[in-house]
């Protein structure tokens, strides 16, 4: 049985939900400065955290 960390879903689904929440979080939350810095965060996570997990599988 393979590993779930082989899965292409997992490499990019967990992170673009992830990259959702932070997003709507930092939209209805902050302003200003902080709902950018939210915003950068969860382009980030959609970016650079699949390419991790690929590694890491």
Do not use: D
Not at 9 to 28: Q, S
């Amino acid at each position: 049985m393979p590993s779930i960390l082989e899965r292409p879903v997992f490499h990019y689904g967990v992170p673009f939900i992830n990259a959702v929440m932070v997003a709507v979080v930092g939209f209805t939350v902050f302003s200003g400065v902080a709902r950018l810095f939210a915003f950068a965060l969860a382009g980030i996570e959609v970016v650079v955290v699949p390419q991790i997990l690929k590694r890491a599988a």
